[in-house]
């Protein structure tokens, strides 16, 4: 894993959220955990040979973001709306699609059980583990339940989901206003290293492109409303943002997936439906 600081520790290259741990001198805090159980099983060995793993913090409600917990025997922390989710989600469905990921998983699968937070909060929260301090903000925008994770000592940020660096922007449950509202809240902070949800390490000089992206999608989608497009036609026809950007690490071929979600939702955020 990418070591960013002298107790901050990222993996941005597998499938997947970006993930990280960060090392306190009273045990571990690891941020949101991997989607792939065989990346966990990697991940739970190195944190082992560091310290004792404290707490989970999930940032989102999307399963790429908390399937790992279930791989480490500690109390996890996220917004409300993450748990809802989570104790909505089938599990039966959720172990079905992990077990595609490769030929490593379905073993690693049997038993599978879901750690859920068992420590929510609504807007924000702060807690401090030996000489760290993770401030967690509710920044809804590619989700409602979005949370950034603030890491005081060390001056980085995960942002989650609200900024795909340099690849493909999953929109499919966005509400591009408050994501935009987000973007700008992030502009705000004193750390200058941000964590993303996708993508490489990157700083405020990002912000501008993310912002300009959702905005982007939100007026194209806007346009084709006024031209009359049914929901149906806009899913259909709205495929322009597929070379854009990259997708993300083991999602090839799926970009035409994503612009159909895309479109579908932002036209019924803007129609109000």
């Not at 690693?108 to 750690?115: A, D, T």
Request: hydrophobic share 40%.
């Amino acid at each position: 894993m990418q070591q960013l600081t002298s107790n901050v520790f990222v993996e941005t290259e597998v499938r997947g959220c970006n993930f990280g741990y960060v090392t306190t001198s009273d045990g571990i805090v690891m941020i949101d955990s991997p989607h792939k159980p065989s990346v966990a099983q990697r991940v739970k060995a190195e944190i082992e040979g560091k310290g004792q793993l404290r707490y989970i913090i999930n940032t989102e409600p999307h399963g790429d973001h908390w399937t790992g917990n279930s791989f480490f025997d500690v109390p996890v922390i996220a917004h409300e709306g993450v748990r809802t989710r989570m104790l909505n989600t089938d599990l039966d469905e959720h172990v079905a699609r992990l077990a595609t990921f490769g030929p490593e998983e379905p073993k690693l699968l049997e038993g599978y059980q879901f750690n859920y937070p068992v420590i929510t909060f609504k807007n924000g929260m702060t807690m401090h583990v030996g000489d760290h301090t993770f401030q967690m903000i509710h920044m809804p925008g590619h989700t409602p339940y979005q949370a950034a994770i603030l890491i005081k000592e060390e001056g980085v940020v995960f942002t989650s989901d609200n900024i795909f660096h340099g690849v493909q922007t999953w929109l499919h449950e966005a509400n591009p206003d408050l994501w935009l509202v987000a973007v700008e809240s992030l502009r705000k902070l004193d750390e200058e290293i941000f964590v993303p949800g996708h993508g490489a390490i990157c700083g405020k000089g990002y912000l501008d492109e993310q912002g300009a992206f959702v905005l982007e999608w939100k007026e194209y989608v806007k346009g084709a409303i006024d031209q009359g497009m049914t929901r149906d036609e806009a899913v259909a026809n709205l495929t322009k943002m597929t070379d854009r950007y990259p997708m993300d690490v083991e999602q090839d071929g799926m970009a035409p997936m994503v612009m159909r979600m895309n479109a579908g939702n932002l036209y019924d955020y803007l129609t109000g439906a």
